[in-house]
């Protein structure tokens, strides 16, 4: 069975600061990594994955991951937190030949100005 | 407008009534899923569908129903609704073969059950 683990159920980080939101997950065989934003009332949008390749991915709004095997992990981060990046992130885990997107519980993310 | 579309978005209803949430999606992707959203949960899959006519079960099943006589439709029923399943649903689609593509979401719907 696969898993996603956030460990971090609310972070707080001051406007300016660079923000880490941590997962780690566990999946049979090579996985597929991604990061959902969630704003409120709104559906989830889609940050960054994983495939394979380098293990640092880029993505929406000025978000990058970093894929780490050997610590199943798979961090989000930013170098300058905005305001507007205050949020509720989803980490979620797919391996291949499985199309069932396993999903943590979710980190909100609370930028203070 | 292309895209996903959850229908309502908003719902209450009483205990013991059946209740459909409706999802329909115009990229004809072959995966569909339905998920609940609950604090301390994130999101949990319900039912997917690998195709019309083929559907299997996820994680919380136990209350819910599914169809998927079109490609572009994945109604999700509540036979006899109880206050645990108040809760926020979302649909997504997923292109098949793919899978290495991000899942699509919809707006999602807020059922609260009475």
């Known amino acids: 069975a696969q898993s996603v683990a956030q460990p971090e159920d609310q972070v707080n980080v001051a406007e300016g600061n660079p923000l880490t939101v941590k997962c780690t997950y566990s999946v049979s065989g090579n996985p597929y990594l991604f990061w959902y934003v969630q704003y409120p009332n709104r559906g989830l949008q889609f940050l960054l994955k994983?495939?394979?390749?380098?293990?640092l991915v880029k993505g929406s709004y000025g978000f990058e991951a970093e894929f780490n095997k050997s610590q199943t992990s798979f961090h989000l981060k930013k170098p300058s937190a905005l305001v507007s990046d205050s949020a509720l992130y989803f980490c979620?885990?797919?391996?291949?030949?499985?199309?069932?997107?396993?999903f943590g519980t979710g980190t909100r993310l609370t930028i203070i100005p | 407008d292309a895209g996903i579309t959850q229908s309502p978005r908003y719902k209450i209803t009483e205990t013991g009534r059946q209740v459909t949430l409706m999802c329909h999606q115009t990229w004809s992707h072959s995966y569909m899923f339905w998920y609940r959203q609950d604090l301390g949960h994130g999101l949990r899959l319900i039912y997917y569908s690998a195709a019309a006519d083929i559907t299997d079960k996820g994680e919380v099943p136990d209350g819910y129903v599914v169809s998927r006589s079109k490609t572009e439709n994945f109604p999700l029923t509540l036979e006899s609704a109880t206050r645990s399943q108040t809760s926020v649903y979302f649909c997504a689609s997923i292109i098949e073969g793919q899978g290495e593509t991000e899942a699509f979401f919809g707006q999602g719907t807020r059922l609260t059950v009475v």
């Open positions: 979620a885990v797919r391996s291949g030949g499985n199309e069932k997107l396993t």
């Open positions: 994983y495939i394979t390749g380098d293990n």
